[in-house]
């Protein structure tokens, strides 16, 4: 059921949410001029535990307005409004202008946060200006999860487009409980030093109650810097604040909670006749290769394209010269490579284009034979389906980022291999890197490394392929992303469970009761929840 509404916002008034998830995009799509929610896992986990809770999405609808533009973006059946209920989830948009969307999601966001907390493999570019604008639109999403959330109501921010929104909503509505996960790494000391607005960061992250990285290095980084810059006291369990802007001697939690994928989504996907038939389509399409190498990755250069298309050229370089033993075949070996495009108004993502689009025409010149070229290259995004599909197709994965924060495209790859076959060679910079533990790990860095992780994949026998990709699609299956969404919750109740026993004097025991999230400790539900360290 689609419900409009064009009550506007009333920033700083309280809503009626239980439960609110805060991420720069909201999780919705027009399909034939309806809107529907879109398929990603984050939206797929949290869309059911927002249900549950009446809860509501704040984000950006995608769409760039006119200043001044009033009543877009939710157009349907000619009505007009910046909410829309679906499926019992309020969906509010907060408009971005041109303006915003340079200074705020191009500038700041991918050209300085990004890079930076990508271990600086490119340059980040600091712009002042810029920056006064990520502050202005950090303070509207604020807003308006003050304006949706109910009394002492859980609020959950995402990713590093947010990062003052924790303390901005502190301040306005210090009643609720605030969770803030970063999918993306949290840099070393020595790098996130370099940012100019570094205080003014920790400061924003710290005014949440819980926060959660992908990995424990990301969490002890962030109590180190929170230590060194802002007098914070770590603990077992994250810090203790000390100062006056931080409301001094909260406690604050930093824990690791790794994320998952839709592993029941992804194994119907894969045990579907279709599913099964089109993986075969495609091999024999491709002329049914000796093997079959994929990539599947955004077009950025976190991702290592360039480092893999380079290194699949040397394979191919060592084979034509005879020097491999496995040589003898005559049929080819072939590489895959999805690449989704997007933030292209990114001077270093036009050139990452350029750099992998000139690689896959070098490759190809080299060794492709009339028909059958040996780099297969899909610029464009994919169905779910269709992925699965490539992932039942090809026999070795390439998951080679130069860093990653978690890369949910491994994890998706063994979800897919219901069979146990297959091979997956990972990168010790992605944080699957922690928990895939049975793919051949690689430096990515490293050009020789990645060929030799190729061979040592191509030369795998059957039972020992089979005897990793079993222990690791055991553990996606009891990993997966409901129990990453629980898990950070059910420690977001923990905080709201002792806040209550603390403080039964400013809460009505009616307010807290409903929206609290199952306070029972995230260990004792068998989650994946690690405290730092
Ligand atoms: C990464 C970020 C997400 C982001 C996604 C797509 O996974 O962690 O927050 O949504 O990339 O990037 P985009 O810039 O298109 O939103």
Redesign the pocket.
């Known amino acids: 059921m689609q419900h409009v509404t064009d009550e506007r916002m009333t920033p700083a008034a309280v809503g009626s949410h239980h439960l609110v998830v805060v991420a720069?995009?909201l999780p919705i799509q027009r399909v034939e001029g309806r809107w529907e929610t879109s398929p990603g896992g984050l939206a797929r986990a949290m869309l059911g535990v927002l249900r549950s809770r009446h809860g509501a999405w704040i984000g950006w609808s995608g769409d760039v307005e006119e200043v001044g533009d009033a009543e877009v973006p939710f157009d349907v059946s000619g009505a007009t409004a910046r909410r829309l209920e679906l499926d019992d989830i309020e969906m509010i948009s907060v408009p971005l202008t041109a303006d915003d969307f340079q200074h705020y999601y191009e500038s700041v966001s991918?050209g300085a946060l990004w890079p930076l907390f990508h271990d600086a493999i490119r340059e980040s570019t600091f712009d002042a200006d810029s920056w006064a604008v990520y502050e202005a639109v950090n303070r509207r999403f604020a807003e308006a999860a003050a304006a949706a959330a109910a009394p002492s109501a859980t609020v959950w921010v995402?990713?590093y487009?947010l990062l003052l929104v924790p303390a901005m909503l502190r301040a306005m509505r210090p009643d609720v409980i605030i969770g803030f996960f970063l999918?993306?790494p949290f840099p070393p000391q020595e790098l996130f030093m370099r940012m100019p607005w570094r205080e003014s960061i920790l400061d924003g992250l710290l005014g949440a109650d819980v926060i959660g990285f992908q990995r424990s290095v990301g969490a002890d980084n962030f109590v180190g810097l929170a230590k060194r810059l802002r007098a914070a006291e770590p603990d077992e369990h994250g810090v203790r604040t000390n100062g006056e802007s931080l409301g001094d001697g909260r406690h604050v939690r930093v824990g690791t909670f790794p994320i998952s994928i839709d592993v029941d989504e992804v194994e119907r996907i894969a045990r579907a006749p279709e599913t099964i038939a089109r993986a075969r389509e495609i091999r024999s399409r491709m002329g049914d290769p000796e093997t079959i190498f994929l990539g599947v990755d955004?077009l950025d250069y976190t991702k290592g394209i360039d480092l893999r298309l380079q290194s699949f050229a040397t394979l191919l370089d060592e084979r034509a010269a005879g020097r491999v033993q496995d040589s003898s075949s005559r049929r080819p070996i072939v590489l895959v490579q999805v690449a989704v495009p997007?933030?292209e108004g990114v001077d270093s993502y036009v050139e990452e284009r350029r750099i992998v689009e000139q690689l896959v025409g070098d490759v190809n010149g080299g060794h492709a034979s009339i028909g059958y070229p040996v780099v297969h290259y899909l610029r464009r995004s994919l169905a779910l389906d269709e992925l699965v599909a490539l992932y039942m197709a090809a026999d070795i994965m390439l998951v080679t980022p130069r860093r990653d924060?978690m890369n949910l495209v491994a994890k998706e790859f063994v979800a897919s291999r219901i069979d146990d076959t297959g091979v997956l060679i990972l990168s010790e910079f992605a944080g699957a890197a922690d928990e895939l533990t049975q793919a051949v790990l690689v430096n990515p860095h490293d050009p020789d490394a990645i060929v030799a992780a190729m061979h040592s994949a191509m030369a795998m026998s059957a039972p020992a392929a089979a005897h990793r990709m079993r222990e690791m699609r055991r553990y996606v299956t009891g990993h997966t992303v409901d129990d990453w969404a629980r898990s950070f919750l059910a420690a977001l109740g923990e905080v709201s469970g002792s806040r209550n026993a603390d403080d039964t004097d400013h809460h009505d025991a009616n307010d807290a009761a409903p929206d609290a999230v199952d306070p029972a400790p995230a260990a004792a539900a068998g989650l994946v929840v690690a405290d730092r360290g």
Do not use: K, S, T
Request: glycine content about 16%.
């Open positions: 720069n995009r991918n995402h990713d487009h999918h993306i955004r997007g933030r924060g």
